[in-house]
Structure formats: structure tokens, C-alpha cells
């Protein structure tokens, strides 16, 4: 009999929904977590101080933005806080909340403990993001055994019991809410070789809603001359009705943009938006945005050395790709039309399983060879043939698009005799001026004794990268053998371990300790209970999108009345709202 310690699950951590999947009877599986195939990656701290992951907190958003964080993906291996309930929270411990819900999600559904899971990333994270997502999972009681490329996990999944004597080139073109990527794949008798990758970490379907409540937006500044982007709930209930109309847009030629009372004129009148996008309207909003994914095809291409033709299959992951027009945009690019056998809201959850399900011991045939999405070197300063001091070079010791694991060394000088320090800097990027890539870490190395005639000494770096995309460095003197690593995990971008099980023990506390929110300023108590109702009621996950857009609004509504002094409409507002929440209950 399996021992549960063996099991790993695999997780597709995503910018707006996030997936589990496990390897059960020999095949990938989704793991719903209560009852949701797809977690909403939004995390927030209730009315009463409870924390709410998924659904809950994504209809709390619309009203209690201080409360809530959406989309942190975006900020992952960034040196910021973001603040929630007036706590500061670095972006792996917000990460760490959507982490332990899907891995308690697991341990209902399989009846044991899960300790160890296999991570996604888009293939255009650099190695400070991808140690910030293993950051993550450590503070969220799991063991990453390894975070793997969402193009790569798709094509994973894909391979999957595909034939074993198949030889096929893919093309896996992932859109997803937050992240773009485009990787050039090799499957070749149960080996997946990654041939190149490219992306842009800042493209999804996010951008998308955006245009299109800007749009709605802009209008509604010409016709009322009020902005409703300088309003949160109003702007938040505009994006989540441009995101359904967009979802709508998939299937149909127009969707209805309808939202009551989001906003007062100058005489207290409450305005509407009733607007009708065309499927042709929308596209042509975000033309360019598509047009961008287009050109991150071509530079995988170029990478590869492979023409459209060269390609066996297009495959479509992510769920931005039921776009029409992406069909149409990568049909014509790549001269075949794609194919979507696999959910691709589920491809990447589902391949990132069957790695997991390979570090298991499972029975899979399967082998991942993933590559490096972005060079990695360190500042050089070189004498050009002029004779002057050519400063801040980036010197590649590792190309964008190489195998990993891989080790790489090469030999550097002093720049003048007698020089006995030099000062490592370690950069990830394309650009070829060192410091406008991303710094990884810098340590210096000291003590240099000169071991040429000219008085200059000689040193080795070497890079060693690892399946994760993990960098070590090591620089070694020629003559004494003296070497000095790299402590990058020691410096501000990585935690310690100290600094681990301190936001292991604020995620605890976050579960146990936050008191109930208090009234807000001027809400008599039986409105205040009536908006603390509201909340409990869009704390419910299965609620219906409507019903939570329209008690959004009415609390919204509730609030500003209550602002402006006016208690004939509180009443009346609060009328409505005890309607909407008896049908909501019943």
C-alpha cells in the first residue's frame, strides 16, 4: 500500500484563480476545493475577523477594499508590503494564505496530511520570484519539491500518455488573468524538452477588464463628468461586470453591462450604466494587448530556430485563450488551428500533477527538461580599443532559453595590478548594461593575491542553476584555490529561515487572533448590523454573481448616503438591501 507521505500535489498558483490537482489511480485529477474547481487567488479578513480565501473574498473586495488583497502574483519577489485589516503583509505571505487553503482543501478531500506540492510559475519568473513562490509554500506547511514552467506543466499534461514512440513539436501559448507565455516544446518518446520560452509578466486578463471598464468608464465621465475610477466600489463593481461581460463575449456576440445606482449626480440623483459591447468592440480594445502575445511567439521562434511550419501543434492554456480573436490571431500567425482537448483553465494544474505524481514514485513515463527563461551573469568593466573604461557590462555565463539544471564557469581578471578586492554582482536579463536587469545578489571577495606578471589576479565564476531555476555562485582564485559562494539566500530578496517561521506564526495569528471590525463612523448600530448581514452574506461562495453585484452596490449606496447625511435614503436603501439578503437566506 502507498504511504500518503509519498503524496505530492500539484498547484497552479495564478494570478486570479489558482487550481489543485493530485495523481489518483494512475491519472491527473482537479481537487476541488469546497466545491470550486478554480480558487479565486483573493484573500481578505471578514467583518468578525475571520479569514476568507476565494469566492468570499472576492465579493468582499467590491466593498471593503482595506480588507482585501487580489492579484498578488503580480508583486511576487518584490521588496514591498501590501496591507490587509491594517496588518502589513509581505506578497509570499498573502501568497501563503491561497497556498494553505488549497492544501487543507486536499487534506479533506484525501483524508491525510499533504506536505509537498509542486508550484507553477509563469516561465518568464526570475529566480527572485520563483524563491519568493517557494517562500510561499514554506510558510504554508508545504515542502515545494519543485516549481516547474506553466508552458511546460501544459505540455506535461498534454504528453501524458501519449504515445511512446510520438515525436511532436508544441507551441503552448498560455494567457492567463495576470501573466502571458508563449514555450516552444519538444516531446520525444516520454521527454519533454522545453526549446525556448518568452512572455511578459504584466498581460493577461486583468488588462483586458480594465480596457474595457475604462472604456465604460471614459463614457460615463463625458455624459456625468464623474470618474468612476476615484471611487473603489464603484470602479470595483464596473471591473467584475467588464470581466463577465468578457467572459460572455466568448460565446456570444454582445453582452450587457448593467449596474444600478454607481454613482449621484450633483442633485443626489442615483445613475446608472446600462451599456451594450459588441464581441467586435471588445477585441478591437485590446488589439494591441494580443498584438504583444503575437511577437512573444515570434521571439520563441527565433529562439527555437523553428519557422510556424516547423510546428506540430499549438496548444491554448489559460481561460483569456476563449477569446475568438486569440483563436484567430494565433491560428493565422502559426498556419494551423490550435487545440484545446485539455480544460484550459486545468491544463497547467493538471501537468504540474503529473510532475509531482513522477517525484511520487508514480508509474508516469515522463520526463521534464526545462530551460532557463532569461540570462544570468554578472557586471563586468572592460577596456575597449580606444583605451577608455567601458563600466556596468552584463558578461553572460548563462543564456536565456538553456537546459537546466546546468553549471557554467568562465575566467575573469583584476582590473589593475595590485587590485586585492573585486565586488561580485549577479544579474538576470537580456539587457547588456548589467544594472538595468534584475540584481539577484552581490557579496564581495576579498584578500586577492596577483597571480599574473602583470600584477593582476585571475578568478573562475561559476554558476550552478537547478531544476528550480535556483542560482548558486561561486568564485574561485586560480593559484590558491581560494572560494567564496554566493550567499543570495541571505540577502533582502530571500527569507531566512527565522523569517519563515515568524510568517508562519502571523498566518496562525491572522486564523486566530483579529477582533471584529468596529462600526464605521456615523452608521447608527442597526445599519451597521445590517451591513455586517450584507458581508456575512457575500462571504458565501456559492452566491449567485448577481446578487452579490446588487448588494455591493446597495451597501455602497448605504455608505455614501450615510455620508452625505441624507437618512431618508439610508432607510430606503436599507429597505432594498433586507429584501435582497431575506431572498439570499431563504
Known sequence: MKDTADTVVGIDLGTTYSVLAVIQDGAPLILPVKGQRLLASVVGIGPDGEVLVGAPARNQWVVAVERTIRSIKRKMGKAETVTMAGKAYTPQEISAFILRELREGAEELLGYPVERAVITVPAYFNEVQRQATIEAGEIAGLRVERVINEPTASALAYGYGMAGDQHLRVLVYDLGGGTFDVSIIELDSGVVDVLATAGDNYLGGDDFDERLAGRIADEFVREHHIDLREYHQAW????????????????????TISLEYVADDNNGRPLHIRHEVSQGEFEELIDDLLTRTINCIDKALTDAHLEPTDIDRVLLVGGSTRIPAVWEMVTERMQQEPHI??????????????????IAGEEIDAVLVDVTPLSLGIETAEMTFTGRLQVDRLAPLIRRNTTIPVQRSQAFSTLYPGQDAIEIKVYQGENPVASQNVLLGEFMVEDLVPNRPDGLTDVTVKFELDVNGILDVKVTERTTGKQVSAQLKASRQRLSPEEIALSQARLGEAYDSFEPAAP???IDPGTAALLHRAQTALAQPDLDADLADEINGLVADIRQATSAGDDAEVEAFCDRLIDVLLEVES
Open 236 to 255: 470595483a463593481r464596473l471591473l467584475r461586470a467588464a470581466e463577465e461581460a468578457k467572459i460572455a463575449l466568448s460565446s456570444v456576440p454582445y453582452a
Open 341 to 358: 482537448e485539455i480544460d484550459p483553465d486545468a491544463a497547467v494544474a493538471l501537468g504540474a500533477a503529473v510532475q509531482a505524481g513522477i
Open 520 to 522: 464605521a463612523s456615523g
